[in-house]
């Protein structure tokens, strides 16, 4: 690339948030000129510091293409850690207190990462294993394949709630099922990755799935994420796809052409594409009691479990009373199983025109009305 060459923007001014660009220089740098506490979500892939010494070759004798840039190398642990610490501090500076931070890495450096996060205070959500369903093989056959990579989910402190986490979309995405924390994913392979010449562009390209499920996971639309390392810009594409902002910071120019090439072609999702199931924690709460007020169901009306196994009244002040035992749906549906809890919403029942609905029902227009 001819040093003339204009590629990414400067770095921003104090307190601004350059929203969709990529910044080329020191990410600690940029990351202290941005606004405090004004990114949503961080993921950040730094440099494994794999502290190569030896070529690495296949049976056939030629050469595989490890990670062996410049911006890969340090001269000790502690000049690793010692940058690791600081990003990670420069980085919970603009973090949001409602934010989260992901972090992946191998074996080489994730253990050095985690400690530091540690150090720092952060709270670990979870640690992530990407199993790869195509990992590249062990040519010298002297250790196991190495087929995972580990990222590190984090708030920012254990007393920073409310961040985001879409579990039932995560449910709806996996057949119904609770998301684990081990993931099958192929790697970035095919016409995915990117290639300067006949070599890979970038030797960690992560592939766009992993980005997809990180991002559902934790963000929504319009939300800001910030990537450090941004390379050929896997975070900015899918982020754009998801109706998200993305700020990238890197500090190769070829890289940060490849990325704007890149993201050009991305088409974000239409409004209708973006959407996707909420939590029920985050819907707006109702209480049973407004019910009775809209008439919705009737004070002295009869409820019963699907089965009519149990029944219990409703009073004026939409508690329910049987057995001269009163309570609220949920304490009344517990006291009648003889069980240490209920969700009184989906077990009571009322008769409708010759068939029973769930008292949810009723619940979920309410929550429609308010949405509207």
Not at 118 to 142: A, V
Request: glycine share 8%; hydrophobic share 35%.
């Amino acid at each position: 690339m001819s040093k003339k060459a204009v590629v990414g923007k400067k770095a921003p001014a104090k307190n601004s948030l350059p929203l969709d660009q990529i910044i080329q220089g020191n990410c600690i740098e940029v990351l202290n000129s941005l606004p405090e506490k004004s990114v949503d979500v961080i993921f950040a892939d730094p440099p494994y510091n794999m502290q190569l010494k030896d070529t690495l070759r296949r049976p056939d004798n030629s050469k595989v293409n490890g990670v062996d840039d410049a911006w890969d190398k340090f001269s000790s642990f502690n000049a690793y850690d010692h940058f690791t610490f600081e990003w990670l501090t420069a980085a919970k500076r603009v973090l949001k207190d409602t934010g989260t931070i992901w972090v992946i890495g191998s074996y080489h450096n994730i253990f050095r990462v985690g400690n530091a996060l540690q150090n720092l205070d952060y709270w670990i959500l979870n640690d992530i294993i990407w199993r790869k369903s195509n990992p590249m093989p062990n040519f010298r056959g002297t250790r196991f394949t190495n087929a995972h990579e580990t990222l590190i989910w984090a708030a920012k402190s254990a007393d920073k709630g409310g961040y985001t986490f879409n579990y039932d979309a995560m449910k709806s995405m996996n057949e119904d099922v609770q998301m684990r924390s081990d993931w099958v994913l192929p790697i970035c392979s095919g016409k995915e990755r990117l290639k300067s010449g006949d070599k890979k562009a970038h030797a960690t390209q992560k592939p766009e799935s992993l980005l997809y499920r990180v991002l559902m996971s934790s963000t929504k639309p319009g939300d800001m994420i910030l990537d450090p390392f941004f390379g050929t810009g896997t975070t900015g594409a899918v982020a754009k796809m998801l109706g998200r902002h993305y700020i990238g910071i890197d500090r190769e120019s070829d890289y940060i052409k490849l990325a704007e090439d890149r993201i050009k072609k991305v088409k974000p999702l239409s409004e209708e594409a973006l959407g996707f199931t909420q939590s029920k924690r985050s819907q707006p709460r109702v209480p049973f009691g407004s019910l009775i007020e809209r008439g919705m169901i009737k004070p002295g009306v009869t409820l019963v479990d699907p089965n009519r196994r149990y029944a219990a009244k409703v009073r004026s002040d939409g508690t329910l009373i049987t057995d001269k035992t009163s309570g609220s749906i949920h304490q009344i549906g517990a006291h009648v199983q003889g069980a240490p809890a209920c969700n009184g919403w989906t077990f009571w029942h009322v008769e409708k025109r010759g068939g029973l609905v769930p008292i949810d029902t009723f619940r979920q227009k309410v929550r429609a009305e308010m949405a509207n």
